[in-house]
T-cell receptor, first 115, second 112 residues
Framework: AAGVIQSPRHLIKEKRETATLKCYPIPRHDTVYWYQQGPGQDPQFLISFYEKMQSDKGSIPDRFSAQQFSDYHSELNMSSLELGDSALYFC??????????????FGQGTRLTVV | DAKTTQPNSMESNEEEPVHLPCNHSTISGTDYIHWYRQLPSQGPEYVIHGLTSNVNNRMASLAIAEDRKSSTLILHRATLRDAAVYYCILRGYGGATNKLIFGTGTLLAVQP
């Protein structure tokens, strides 16, 4: 079965550079979530989209932005990168089913290293 | 967001049952109880979820207290591959409440 695809899997950037992370949800999933997980920490919710509209916002820095496109894939854009942005970034997707959502499926993550 | 409380770590022996507790005393009537687990360097993986009644699937069972203020994830026969961090998460439905908020989960160690 198709899973959530994230690219790239690994990314190395220098301070003050920009990075773009991509997420391709499971087919027919209309909701995408982004999470950041620092070393030894729990995943932190950044932002989510439903039907191409931002549906919720967590602790996402102003230097980060994201969007969901017409084909439901999503991109997380990160500018003015800082050393503290080094983390695993996970994308998850789910689908609205009646009044509830299906379980969320997570991708394998993008490991971003800022040097 | 309603919070959950889990033990930081637990240990089990291989092929024995494991009971992972979770307290969620501020749960609202529309919160589902979800369990996810995360193996090292992998994305979180869905395990099971429920609302009021106990639930079973191929991975685990979920026992929910009558007052819904606590729940227990049951792994019937632990294997080495079950060693992971287990997260108990309350997830509302609809609108802005469907996100998953990860707290501090339980690190399960499985001894051979």
């Amino acid at each position: 079965a198709a899973g959530v695809i994230q690219s790239p899997r690994h990314l190395i950037k220098e301070k003050r550079e920009t990075a773009t992370l991509k997420c391709y949800p499971i087919p027919r999933h209309d909701t995408v979530y982004w999470y950041q997980q620092g070393p030894g920490q729990d995943p932190q919710f950044l932002i989510s989209f439903y039907e191409k509209m931002q549906s919720d916002k967590g602790s996402i820095p102003d230097r980060f932005s994201a969007q969901q496109f017409s084909d439901y894939h999503s991109e997380l854009n990160m500018s003015s990168l800082e050393l503290g942005d080094s983390a695993l970034y996970f994308c998850a997707s789910s689908a609205l089913q009646g009044p509830t959502y299906t379980e969320a499926f997570f991708g394998q993550g993008t490991r971003l290293t800022v040097v | 967001d309603a919070k959950t409380t889990q033990p930081n770590s637990m240990e089990s022996n291989e092929e024995e049952p494991v009971h992972l507790p979770c307290n969620h005393s501020t749960i609202s009537g529309t919160d589902y109880i979800h369990w996810y687990r995360q193996l090292p360097s992998q994305g979180p993986e869905y395990v099971i979820h429920g609302l009021t009644s106990n639930v079973n699937n191929r991975m685990a069972s979920l026992a929910i207290a009558e007052d819904r203020k606590s729940s227990t994830l049951i792994l019937h026969r632990a294997t080495l591959r079950d060693a992971a961090v287990y997260y108990c998460i309350l997830r509302g439905y609809g609108g802005a409440t469907n996100k998953l908020i990860f707290g501090t989960g339980t690190l399960l160690a499985v001894q051979p």
